[in-house]
Nanobody, 119 residues
Framework: QLQLVESGGGLVQPGGSLRLSCAVSGFSLDYYAIGWFRQAPGKEREEVSCINNSGGRTNYADSVKGRFTISRDNAKNTVYLQMNSLKPEDTAVYYC????????????WGQGTQVTVSP
């Protein structure tokens, strides 16, 4: 059974950092792209970043470019989202999703992890 589990969320002050992890099981990460998304209260879900199956191609939303870095360790079946210089507007529930390609419909989703950026 395909499963994605996010972790690493929490409360951090503005300017701080967090690293989110997306641990996958039930399939080999070698064949899947992974996307990170976020949804703040009252707002639509936003794609934050995506990494292809090999890790050779990444995409970022303009709002996080230069601050967030996506990476993957296929041997550990885990994808990471390093978030630096966090701002209050980064507060949201963060989700990871899997599909064959970035830009897909995203067939598989995790349950999400809360990130709160506040003084």
């Amino acid at each position: 059974q395909l499963q994605l589990v996010e972790s690493g969320g929490g409360l951090v002050q503005p300017g701080g950092s967090l690293r989110l992890s997306c641990a996958v099981s039930g399939f080999s990460l070698d064949y899947y792209a992974i996307g990170w998304f976020r949804q703040a209260p009252g707002k639509e879900r936003e794609e934050v970043s995506c990494i292809n199956n090999s890790g050779g191609r990444t995409n970022y939303a303009d709002s996080v470019k230069g601050r967030f870095t996506i990476s993957r360790d296929n041997a550990k079946n885990t994808v990471y989202l390093q978030m630096n210089s966090l701002k209050p507007e980064d507060t949201a529930v963060y989700y990871c999703a899997a599909d064959l390609l970035c830009g897909s419909r995203w067939a598989y989703w995790g349950q999400g992890t809360q990130v709160t950026v506040s003084p």
